[in-house]
């Protein structure tokens, strides 16, 4: 498994357990205090827990832990470490920019994907769940770049806040799919609240035309206040759970 942390290295055993227990702990914390200072309930929120580069022991402590929800980035990555965790029960998210062509093996064990930004993606994705006999939820991911144009897409991934309706549109209309909600990632200058604020915007319009799209995930380790603060329903944590692995994806 590509630059994957072993399971030797971290340990698998009581100390492995109490360190994301606690960084659980720590975790809701920090959400209950948000959701209050927002005026929500912590049961509003639901998080999802980037295991990107931790190993299945690592998963599998989570979900001992409560956590139902487990989030990938790279199909490489997620489509076996969801196989060997398949007894768990959980709810896989991929969060990762997706390509057309891995469309196939994501279809088979996803059960959001959180980055749908073209049409064309939302045709392949739809075309290989219905191949699989599934149906996938789907948010279609919001470019927060205040200097973003139509049908250009961010650097990491996301449709125009323009071009949102007409993705959100083509998942609606695929069989196989299901529009669940929008996704973004805050950029990485300029502040964090404000661009959650564009989302929340954006979300409230997806909602107008389809009431079930209800989720808005948005929010990581370093930024989940100001999601909070702006109607996030999921966040994708990974280093406040799991410590740092080198890389900032959650």
């Not at 205090?33 to 639901?46: L, Q």
């Amino acid at each position: 498994m590509e630059d994957a942390v072993t399971a030797e290295h971290y340990g698998a055993g009581q100390g492995r357990r109490e360190r994301i227990a606690a960084n659980l702990a720590a975790l809701r914390k920090r959400i209950d205090a948000a959701c209050s200072t927002a005026g929500r309930g912590p049961e509003e929120v639901t998080v999802v827990a980037v295991t990107k580069t931790f190993p299945a022991s690592d998963v599998r402590i989570l979900a001992e832990s409560g956590i139902t929800d487990v989030g990938e980035n790279r199909d490489q990555e997620a489509a076996p470490k969801a196989a060997e965790c398949a007894d768990l029960g959980l709810r896989w998210h991929f969060v990762g920019q997706l390509q057309t062509r891995k469309a196939g093996s994501v279809a088979r064990y996803a059960d959001v994907v959180h980055s749908l930004d073209r049409t064309r993606l939302v045709s392949s994705l739809g075309k290989r769940a219905r191949g699989e006999g599934r149906r996938v939820g789907c948010l279609v991911q919001v470019d927060l770049d205040p200097e973003a144009r139509p049908g250009a897409l961010g650097p990491r991934g996301g449709a125009d806040p323009r071009d949102v309706p007409a993705v959100a549109d083509a998942v609606a209309a695929e069989e196989g799919l299901s529009l669940d909600g929008v996704m973004a990632v805050a950029p990485r200058e300029g502040d964090p609240a404000e661009a959650f604020a564009r989302l929340e915007a954006v979300a409230a319009g997806v909602r107008d035309r389809y009431p079930r799209a209800r989720i808005v995930s948005a929010g990581m380790s370093g930024d989940l206040e100001a999601a909070v603060g702006h109607g996030a329903t999921h966040l994708r944590v990974g280093t406040a759970l799991l410590d740092d692995r080198g890389t900032n994806v959650g």
